[in-house]
T-cell receptor
């Protein structure tokens, strides 16, 4: 089955810095890669996603990149703010199969004011 | 519109007991998936229900079970609780799993289960 590795497990940055979270996947059939943000006391919320026919996608201060050949994808947050502090999860799933996503273990992002 | 509602928010149970958790999906969503979240393992898939039928099952022992009602509300049950079952249990709804390709899941806030 699919295996998703996520790094780092903890990331501490100063407000205004950039943050990068990286994930690798094992199943070449995976073609959908969502990112979720989980704030304290809440469930994960989809913040951005990317499909295998796209190499990069941006939404204001966040962007995702995908390298299908290397089987890795990354989340980039620029100009970080304290409200970006949360746990971020990457995931991978494949259409045509069960669609069940496999999640990474999460990255705790701490943005210091 | 209302989001995914999970009840109760917190539970404390003793080893050996059983527990039932409830999830009400977004109106119109027919697929309900359950996940166990622990600090060490992240989000682990338990099972998925669609139109009252279990369609997908993760790698958990038979002590974990679930069901879905005709109104799409779902319950999960854990029998003979063990200390290792302490976790945040998350419910996620979608119109159908295939729709998660375009819209992802909508998660509830979870039920925090502590087994003592």
């Amino acid at each position: 089955g699919e295996n998703v590795e996520q790094h780092p497990s903890t990331l501490s940055v100063q407000e205004g810095d950039s943050a990068v979270i990286k994930c690798t996947y094992s199943d070449s059939a995976s073609n959908y890669f969502p990112w979720y943000k989980q704030e304290l006391g809440k469930g994960p919320q989809l913040i951005i996603d990317i499909r295998s026919n796209v190499g990069e996608k941006k939404d204001q201060r966040i962007a995702v990149t995908l390298n299908k050949t290397a089987k890795h994808f990354s989340l980039h947050i620029t100009e970080t703010q304290p409200e970006d502090s949360a746990v971020y999860f990457c995931a991978a799933s494949a259409t045509g199969g069960s669609y069940i996503p496999t999640f990474g273990r999460g990255t705790s992002l701490i943005v210091h004011p | 519109k209302a989001g995914v509602t999970q009840t109760p928010r917190y539970l404390i149970k003793t080893r050996g007991q059983q527990v039932t958790l409830s999830c009400s999906p977004i109106s119109g969503h027919r697929s309900v998936s359950w996940y166990q979240q622990t600090p060490g393992q992240g989000l682990q898939f338990l099972f998925e229900y669609f139109s009252e039928t279990q369609r997908n099952k993760g790698n958990f022992p038979g002590r974990f079970s679930g069901r879905q009602f005709s109104n799409s509300r779902s319950e999960m049950n854990v029998s003979t609780l063990e200390l290792g079952d302490s976790a945040l249990y998350l419910c996620a709804s979608s119109p159908d799993l295939s729709m998660t390709y375009n819209y992802g899941y909508t998660f509830g806030s979870g039920t925090r289960l502590t087994v003592v």
